[in-house]
């Protein structure tokens, strides 16, 4: 569903994509503070005048320079810190010679130390602010300069110092945020590449195994009985139509397993396998969550036995209790968990049953595999789970 964007969200991606390789671009046009400096040189209150331009310059050019070195990642912390003391010592003398035009050019000296004190972390941009703010006010004090006039260069001072740290501490957030954003959709490709291979695994792997065993059966019965043969044949088109089916809706994400149709559907598989098959069911109906979670244990497990235990018979047993259910699959047969691939020496099933563990973990439950005292082996499966009178009580 689209949605349109607000304003906010809008300026926000404009920002974003404005790129911190372009963010001095936005302190450059400061440097029009010189203007009050010039314009005493040119009325002649500055003398020496070459002296005053030349200064002049000298300091907007080191100011253009310290601002793109604060901002560029190919410069060390030397080659930053060298232009902005120079900054410092040229506005510190530029001052004390020429008087109150040059004193506003603190201003922007206090730009520059808050870029550095954001950017580069050699020290705090509040103090910079302060630090600057003082010298500045100092400075005009020597410099004879009557209080009220000081008063407005301290002001002038502290506010830019301000509002470059600010605008400072915004880019870097948007960076971080940026950061954050690309690491969140990393993490959301790969979840959902692991839910659906899971997905295709556990479909897939029941599917076909299922039309295995009626290819066997139609192979034994070719000749013997051809109305079981064209049983087994239907259901094996069956099968492969309903085999498609899941995968689109498993594409779709849309894929909803009940645990009543898994039963049925293992019964059937068991059956045309050669195994016995002891289905139990009790307790109240599950929660849908719940229901589809199960559901996928029973695909898996009984896949597991038809493919890989040999198993004559198979009981599946479903306890709903109070605040839990537990899932019983076990079978006379070899290991079944060797359909996940075999377990291995550490304990650790392969993927089929570590996917199924990984999934009841998630929803708070646990899944135990192990080959029981007197042969056979047994899936065990547990779930909490709340019942929906318990939930309504709540509510009320």
């Not at 404009?14 to 046009?29: C, H, R, S, V």
């Not at 000296?109 to 910079?128: C, E, F, M, Q, Y």
């Not at 830019?160 to 954050?180: D, P, Q």
């Not at 139509?241 to 149709?261: D, P, Q």
């Amino acid at each position: 569903m689209f949605r349109r964007k607000t304003l906010i969200q809008e300026q926000f991606e404009q920002f974003e994509q404005f790129g911190l390789e372009k963010a001095p671009y936005i302190f450059y046009p400061a440097v029009v503070v010189a203007i009050g400096a010039l314009s005493d040189i040119l009325e002649g209150r500055d003398n020496p005048a070459w002296a005053s331009v030349t200064g002049l310059l000298v300091f907007c050019a080191c100011y253009l320079f310290s601002v793109w070195t604060a901002f560029s990642d190919r410069c060390g912390r030397v080659l930053v810190l060298l232009p902005a003391l120079a900054l410092t010592v040229l506005t510190v003398v530029l001052s004390l010679r020429f008087g109150e035009g040059m004193l506003w050019l603190f201003s922007l000296l206090a730009v520059v130390w808050s870029i550095l004190a954001g950017r580069r972390l050699l020290l705090r941009p509040t103090l910079a602010v302060v630090l600057t703010t003082v010298l500045g006010g100092v400075t005009a004090a020597i410099a004879g300069n009557e209080m009220g006039e000081s008063f407005g260069i301290i002001y002038a001072t502290q506010l830019s110092g301000i509002a470059a740290a600010t605008i400072v501490r915004l880019f870097s957030t948007v960076m971080e945020l940026r950061e954050a954003q690309e690491e969140l959709a990393h993490s959301a490709v790969a979840e959902e590449r692991l839910r659906f291979a899971r997905d295709l695994h556990d479909l897939l792997g029941h599917s076909i195994s299922l039309i295995v065993v009626k290819a066997e059966a139609v192979r034994r019965f070719a000749d013997l009985d051809p109305e079981t043969v064209r049983r087994h044949a239907g259901d094996i088109e069956s099968v492969g139509r309903t085999s498609l089916e899941e995968i689109r809706e498993a594409v779709s994400g849309y894929r909803e397993r009940s645990l009543k149709a898994e039963l049925k559907s293992a019964q059937l598989a068991l059956r045309d396998a050669g195994t016995a098959a002891a289905i139990r069911q009790d307790g109240p109906p599950l929660p849908a969550d719940a229901d589809a979670l199960l559901g996928w244990v029973v695909r898996e497990g009984v896949t597991n036995v038809i493919r890989h235990s040999e198993a004559r018979s198979c009981e599946i047993e479903v306890a709903h209790g109070s605040g839990a259910v537990e899932l019983k699959i076990s079978d006379d047969g070899g290991d079944a968990a060797a359909g996940a691939g075999k377990m291995r020496e550490s304990g650790i099933p392969g993927q089929g049953l570590l996917g199924l563990a990984e999934r009841l973990s998630a929803a708070g439950g646990a899944l135990n595999a192990a080959h029981m005292p007197g042969g056979g082996y047994r899936l065990l499966a547990t779930l909490p789970v709340v019942r929906r009178s318990a939930e309504k009580m709540g509510t009320q």
